[in-house]
């Protein structure tokens, strides 16, 4: 069910594009910010990333998480969930499979501060607010950090 997912294969890539531009448009509409740049992300630039990604299978991709690992700390950069599969949690396995699968290292992960839902999954898994930051005048987002 939550297996890594290798983003330079083309259909792999589509896949994650499929789900992540209608998700992280709730996510624009939340902060009144609509220049996230996963909103534009090409196949191609999917393709590149250098990002791990562990999607949510079943019949099809409902979603996915995507970390990059340097030292002992993951920062967890996207987490994604099909709209059409909002409240069924899938997010909360995503990230318990990875806290799970990484008992020894520390997390951060950033969200914007408007993202309730988001702000509360994290700190459902013991995430403490870090720090707060703009990312453009009157928008803000919230870095969380886990420290086990």
């Known amino acids: 069910m939550i297996a890594q997912i290798d983003q330079t294969n083309e259909k792999n890539a589509r896949d994650i594009q499929s789900i992540q531009r ?12 609509h220049d996230i740049p996963h909103l ?10 250098e990002e791990t ?8 991709l ?3 998480i995507s970390y990059k690992k340097e030292g002992n700390v993951i920062d967890i950069y996207r ?13 909360r396995s995503l990230v318990g499979h990875l806290l799970e699968q990484h008992k020894e290292m ?6 914007g501060s408007a993202n309730v839902p988001a702000r ?5 898994f013991g995430f403490r607010e870090e720090e707060i930051f703009e990312v453009a005048p009157g928008v803000t987002c919230t870095q969380f950090r886990l420290v086990r």
Do not use: C, H, N, W
Not at 22 to 33: D, K
Not at 40 to 49: A, D, F, G, V
Not at 79 to 91: K, S, T, W, Y
């Open 22 to 33: 209608p998700a992280y448009r709730i996510e624009a509409e939340l902060m009144g910010f």
């Open 79 to 91: 987490l994604v969930v099909d709209p059409l599969q909002f409240r069924q949690g899938i997010a």
């Open 106 to 111: 520390e997390f951060i992960v950033s969200t």
């Open 62 to 64: 409902k979603g996915f």
């Open 40 to 49: 534009s992300e090409t196949i191609e630039e999917i393709q590149q990333s």
């Open 53 to 60: 990604f562990l999607g949510y299978q079943e019949t099809y």
């Open 120 to 124: 509360k999954l994290y700190e459902s």
